[in-house]
Antibody, heavy 119, light 110 residues
Framework: QVQLQESGPGLVRPSQTLSLTCTVS??????????WSWIRQHPGKGLEWIGH???????YYNPSLKSRVALSLDTSDNQISLKLSSVTAADTAVYFC???????????WGPGTLVTVSS | QSVLTQPPSASGTPGQRVTISCSGS????????VNWYHQLPGMAPKLLIY???ERPSGVPDRFSGSWSGTSASLAISGLQSEDEADYYC???????????FGGGTKLTVL
């Protein structure tokens, strides 16, 4: 059974960099055919895709966030990392990591982690 | 403003059939698979339908997807109280080169 778990600081200061990690168990992020993704949800709002990353290094980013976001993989720890720079209160959200299936479907999700941007 | 358009709310009584629509364009629904998710309060979304109408293992056949042109729909038959949740459609968008979501539909079981 594939499981994902997000972790990282729950509070980030404005203008700082938000850094989150997603630890995957039950599957190897090096195994072919799957991208890994981050999605966020502002309080009381809908879902917003942040980006995808593939083991080979292929990445796709939401154009609205592209200048501030970076995804990376740590194959030794089977983790996917998210870095979002120059954060503001508008980046306060629950952040989810997810596995991406063959049809761009998010078939496994982590439980999510709330990140608040505040001084 | 979401790229995919869903009604903000829907409702039905137990046992009824309800449908939720998702409208897009030729660069997303018209070209790529639509996937549906439902989300209970405080929980992560869960994949309900992928590839327009396929159900992952464990999803009851009360849930079905359909598609025509640049629109898709999710139908829930035999509505149950536990179906009360938020429902989202999503698809890859060739123009944005990324995934776009609908704004979500809050389903209330009366």
């Amino acid at each position: 059974q594939v499981q994902l778990q997000e972790s990282g600081p729950g509070l980030v200061r404005p203008s700082q960099t938000l850094s989150l990690t997603c630890t995957v168990s039950g599957a190897s992020i090096r195994s072919g055919g799957y991208y890994w993704s981050w999605i966020r949800q502002h309080p009381g709002k809908g879902l917003e895709w942040i980006g995808h990353i593939y083991y080979g290094g292929d990445t796709y980013y939401n154009p609205s966030l592209k200048s501030r976001v970076a995804l990376s993989l740590d194959t030794s720890d089977n983790q996917i990392s998210l870095k979002l720079s120059s954060v503001t209160a508008a980046d306060t959200a629950v952040y989810f990591c997810a596995r991406v299936g063959q049809l761009a479907d998010f078939d496994y999700w982590g439980p999510g982690t709330l990140v608040t941007v505040s001084s | 403003q979401s790229v995919l358009t869903q009604p903000p709310s829907a409702s039905g009584t137990p046992g009824q059939r309800v449908t939720i629509s998702c409208s897009g364009s030729s660069s997303n629904i018209g070209s790529n698979s639509v996937n549906w998710y439902h989300q209970l309060p405080g929980m992560a979304p869960k994949l309900l339908i992928y590839g327009y109408f396929e159900r992952p293992s464990g999803v009851p056949d009360r849930f079905s997807g359909s598609w025509s042109g640049t629109s898709a729909s999710l139908a829930i038959s035999g509505l149950q109280s536990e179906d009360e949740a938020d429902y989202y459609c999503a698809a890859w968008d060739n123009g944005l080169n990324g995934v776009v979501f609908g704004g979500g539909t809050k389903l209330t079981v009366l």
